[in-house]
T-cell receptor
Framework: SAVISQKPSRDICQRGTSLTIQCQVD?????MFWYRQQPGQSLTLIAT?????????ESGFVIDKFPISRPNLTFSTLTVSNMSPEDSSIYLC?????????FGPGTRLTVL | RKEVEQDPGPFNVPEGATVAFNCTYS??????FFWYRQDCRKEPKLLMS???SGNEDGRFTAQLNRASQYISLLIRDSKLSDSATYLC?????????????FGAGTTVTVRA
């Protein structure tokens, strides 16, 4: 399975600021995803990061709030913009290998 | 109605016991099914895929019932290390699409 790393692993941010999370994979993958997991809840898909084109966002998530970059097949970033305390969550990068998804270790974000 | 529903538990069992729980899914077009395990403050990790004929991996047995749209997981001879949240995951595969739906998780605690 792919080895996925994320940076930062955690951060505490002030409301109104933005944070960019990086996801690096040790092999080329076609499909990369960004998820959010709020405290005590399961995972919610934010968007699919497409290489060479705009990300595909799920209902309830918009590009202005969560801009995503995918410059190549091993790297992606998710930015959480103009943060509010409601954005406090774990953000997880994921890649698909055939029929299975593997997850990065997550970025734990706390917004004050 | 949620796409994937699970009994949240918690299931509190003694070491050596057998524990089983189900998950139901709403979309009859769902193609692939998985159980993931998530430890506290960690990312989800694939436990096993679930095949139509049912499958076993050591002490873990997964069953799929397409007619009734449910998936089950059975853990035999429980170990303390089996304590975790088990996520039921369903893939609705569409043309040029790939989306996982996650259940909220079933918490299992194995006590000495």
């Amino acid at each position: 399975s792919a080895v996925i790393s994320q940076k930062p692993s955690r951060d505490i941010c002030q409301r109104g600021t933005s944070l960019t999370i990086q996801c690096q994979v040790d092999s080329q993958v076609t499909m990369m995803f960004w998820y959010r997991q709020q405290p005590g809840q399961s995972l919610t898909l934010i968007a699919t990061a497409n290489q060479g084109s705009e990300a595909t966002y799920e209902s309830g998530f918009v590009i202005d709030k969560f801009p995503i970059s995918r410059p190549n097949l091993t790297f992606s970033t998710l930015t959480v913009s103009n943060m509010s305390p409601e954005d406090s969550s774990i953000y997880l990068c994921s890649v698909a290998d055939s029929d299975t998804q593997y997850f990065g270790p997550g970025t734990r974000l706390t917004v004050l | 109605r949620k796409e994937v529903e699970q009994d949240p538990g918690p299931f509190n069992v003694p070491e050596g016991a057998t524990v089983a729980f189900n998950c139901t899914y709403s979309n009859s077009a769902s193609q692939s099914f998985f159980w993931y395990r998530q430890d506290c403050r960690k990312e989800p990790k694939l436990l096993m895929s679930v095949y139509s004929s049912g499958n076993e991996d050591g002490r873990f047995t997964a069953q799929l019932n397409r007619a009734s749209q449910y998936i089950s997981l059975l853990i035999r001879d429980s170990k303390l290390s089996d304590s975790a949240t088990y996520l039921c995951v369903v893939n609705i595969r569409k043309v040029n699409d790939y989306k996982l739906s996650f259940g909220a998780g079933t918490t299992v605690t194995v006590r000495a």
